[in-house]
T-cell receptor, first 114, second 118 residues
Framework: DAKTTQPNSMESNEEEPVHLPCNHS???????IHWYRQLPSQGPEYVIH???SNVNNRMASLAIAEDRKSSTLILHRATLRDAAVYYC???????????????FGKGTKLSVKP | GAGVSQSPSNKVTEKGKDVELRCDPI?????LYWYRQSLGQGLEFLIY????????KSGLPSDRFSAERTGGSVSTLTIQRTQQEDSAVYLC????????????????FGNGTRLTVT
């Protein structure tokens, strides 16, 4: 699987937007970009995914660079509940069998200050 | 609706004992995964079940680990002769479509079982 690179940690103020970067310079044409987050003492939670176009849902927005070598997860208005570890993951839609399982890296630990 | 349920939420066992961890996936989900997460670490894939196909056991760390999924629903992860290095949070996830589906259905995780081997 292609690898992703994320900052180890980031800080944000409550009610401000947060931009979480992810680099994936070796991304292939069949890789989807997935984002999950893990709140303390909970299992990971799906946030959003995309292929080429920017995506929006009720939780966040995903901005994908034109060359697809990087992406940014955008939380429009951070709340204290958004403090979590955010994982950027590539998932190859062309793989067979369990190779399509998600491979988690260390992610970015987001702290939100009141 | 109901999410993925795991039991017990916490388990403390003595070194050398066997343990069984249970996972109830979301109803109708065809794919089921087990991961484990050691303290401060990322998630490590263990095993994957898809329908009636043979499971992918490529992530199991040793032959002391085994898992089964009965009737395409509930799954049990068994660790025999537990060791202290087995201490971790064991996470189960399910998804509506198989891992190799172009539908890219997200994984839904339970809150895990925290296993402590003393």
């Amino acid at each position: 699987d292609a690898k992703t690179t994320q900052p180890n940690s980031m800080e944000s103020n409550e009610e401000e937007p947060v931009h979480l970067p992810c680099n994936h310079s070796t991304i292939s044409g069949t890789d989807y970009i997935h984002w999950y987050r893990q709140l303390p003492s909970q299992g990971p939670e799906y946030v959003i995914h995309g292929l080429t176009s920017n995506v929006n849902n009720r939780m966040a927005s995903l901005a994908i660079a034109e060359d697809r070598k990087s992406s940014t997860l955008i939380l429009h208005r951070a709340t204290l509940r958004d403090a979590a570890v955010y994982y950027c993951i590539l998932r190859d839609r062309a793989l067979r069998g369990s190779q399509g399982n998600l491979i988690f890296g260390k992610g970015t630990k987001l702290s939100v200050k009141p | 609706g109901a999410g993925v349920s795991q039991s017990p939420s916490n388990k403390v066992t003595e070194k050398g004992k066997d343990v069984e961890l249970r996972c109830d996936p979301i109803s109708g989900h065809t794919a089921l995964y087990w991961y484990r997460q050691s303290l401060g670490q990322g998630l490590e894939f263990l095993i994957y079940f898809q329908g009636n196909s043979a499971p992918d056991k490529s992530g199991l760390p040793s032959d002391r680990f085994s898992a089964e999924r009965t009737g395409g629903s509930v799954s049990t992860l068994t660790i025999q002769r537990t060791q202290q290095e087995d201490s971790a949070v064991y996470l189960c996830a399910s998804s509506l479509y198989p891992a190799d589906s172009t539908n890219n259905s997200p994984l839904h995780f339970g809150n895990g079982t925290r296993l402590t081997v003393t």
